[in-house]
């Protein structure tokens, strides 16, 4: 049996799968089963597999159609090594990617989980631009509270999909759209975190796809909240305290961000003003003067297409 399972989920982007199926049959460490999890509603990705005959890929087609929250829990159910990965159809590896999350395994026995920072790609031109900033080699977040702080932190999380897991994860943990909901992903490392140990290796492992042109934009506010609560529950509360009141102005300055860039909300409104004040007064030198950037920005009419509304 390998050492190590590979999943990618993909849904409806044969396209993409091809680039990202290479990236993995090409890593220099070669002792993994890669299995294709189609969720697609045609038949396009499977063609497009037959096409794969090294004897490590192996294919599934999810009759009926999942959502992702079901495909992601699905997977973990099929775990059966030590360790697993389950990847992006858009993302692509660098060639010494399974090898490093495998290596820093050895070094620290006690890690759970181990994941690596990555090179944005814009609509498939490549960038220089790295998810993950820091001046430190790599991160260790011992505890839940770890894990909930550092999404506090401005570019300070690696890509969820860049992850390798110990079985363990799988088989006593599942991802809940209820905690967090679109920051479910947060909530799930939070879980991984109570088991062992995270790392987040600074050098960049993988190439992350960003599409621009997607134009459905979560309610931020909602979902930071949501958030919030599970910190809340699942958390110390003698030490959760900074945390929370921290990532509520953080997510006050989220709902303004993407209400002026979707032109939700309307510079000079109630909404805006109220927003704007809170800001002003909790964290002037920081989120109240981005906000105050953005605004000059929506009002001049310039281009807000490189903003990430996420970030």
């Avoid at 192996?58 to 495909?71: A, D, M, N, Q």
């Avoid at 905690?179 to 600074?202: H, K, P, T």
């Avoid at 909602?222 to 958030?227: A, H, P």
Wanted: charge should be positive.
């Amino acid at each position: 049996m390998s050492e190590i399972q590979i999943f990618i989920t993909t849904f409806n982007r044969p396209e993409f799968l091809k680039n990202c199926v290479n990236s993995i049959l090409n890593q220099t460490f070669t002792d993994f089963e890669l299995i294709i999890s189609d969720n697609s509603t045609n038949n396009l990705t499977q063609k497009s597999c037959e096409k794969f005959t090294d004897n490590r890929v192996f294919y599934i087609k999810r009759v009926p159609t999942l959502s992702g929250i079901e495909h992601f829990n699905t997977i973990l159910t099929e775990v059966s090594c030590d360790y697993f990965m389950i990847f992006h159809d858009d993302d692509i590896m660098h060639v010494n990617m399974v090898e490093e999350l495998a290596k820093e395994f050895k070094y620290n026995i006690d890690s759970i989980a181990i994941g690596a920072n990555a090179f944005f790609i814009y609509d498939n031109k490549k960038s220089n631009k790295l998810i993950f900033k820091s001046k430190k080699s790599k991160f260790v977040l011992r505890s839940n509270l770890d894990v909930a702080n550092q999404y506090l932190v401005r570019n300070g999380i690696v890509p969820f999909s860049s992850f390798l897991y110990k079985k363990d994860v799988a088989r006593k943990l599942k991802l809940d759209f209820n905690n967090g909901l679109n920051f479910c992903d947060a909530a799930f490392m939070m879980d991984v975190a109570n088991l062992g140990q995270l790392i987040y290796l600074n050098v960049p492992l993988m190439d992350y796809y960003v599409h621009t042109d997607n134009n459905h934009v979560p309610d931020f506010f909602t979902n930071n909240m949501k958030f919030i609560n599970f910190i809340r529950k699942t958390t110390d509360s003698s030490k959760n305290f900074s945390i929370v009141s921290k990532y509520r102005i953080k997510a006050i300055y989220m709902e303004l961000k993407q209400g002026l860039l979707t032109k939700r909300i309307k510079t000079g409104s109630n909404r805006y003003l109220k927003l704007l004040k809170i800001l002003f007064i909790k964290s002037y030198n920081d989120y109240f003067l981005r906000i105050l950037v953005i605004t000059c920005l929506c009002f001049l009419k310039v281009s807000t297409k490189k903003i990430k509304v996420e970030s």
